[in-house]
């Protein structure tokens, strides 16, 4: 399954920005997709998950309250709506998508291109 994450770029603290993840393969419908995030010079860290179907999303620590993970099968897109969003979001984010999912990126099989999201003013 390819992934192309996209949808970055740079917005003031407060503002939203809605990334998304999308796969050309059918079977990225049949998948589990978590969104993790890496900042210079830090560990890769778990943002949200959502189960294939869409019924099920899960959040991280640092971002739970303020972003919502949701998808289209019929798309074959996965979003990430992030929102009160603040300079430590900075970061590379990375959509990635498996049989399962896991809070450890590690564990993930598929991943794409990542885009930069940059907060500041």
């Known amino acids: 399954v390819q992934l192309q994450a996209f949808g970055g770029g740079l917005v003031q603290p407060g503002g939203s920005l809605r990334l998304s993840c999308t796969a050309s393969?059918?079977?990225?419908?049949?998948?589990?997709v978590a969104w993790f995030r890496q900042a210079p010079g830090k560990e890769r860290e778990f943002v949200a998950a959502i189960s294939w179907g869409g019924g099920t999303t899960w959040y991280g620590d640092s971002t739970e309250g303020r972003v919502t993970c949701s998808r289209d099968n019929d798309l074959n897109t996965v979003w990430l709506q992030m929102n009160d969003l603040r300079p430590e979001d900075t970061a590379v984010y990375y959509c990635?998508?498996?049989?399962?999912?896991?809070?450890?990126?590690?564990?993930?099989?598929?991943w794409g291109k990542g885009t930069q999201v940059t907060v500041s003013s």
């Open positions: 990635t998508a498996g049989y399962g999912w896991s809070r450890d990126a590690n564990m993930m099989h598929y």
């Open positions: 393969e059918r079977t990225f419908s049949n998948c589990d």
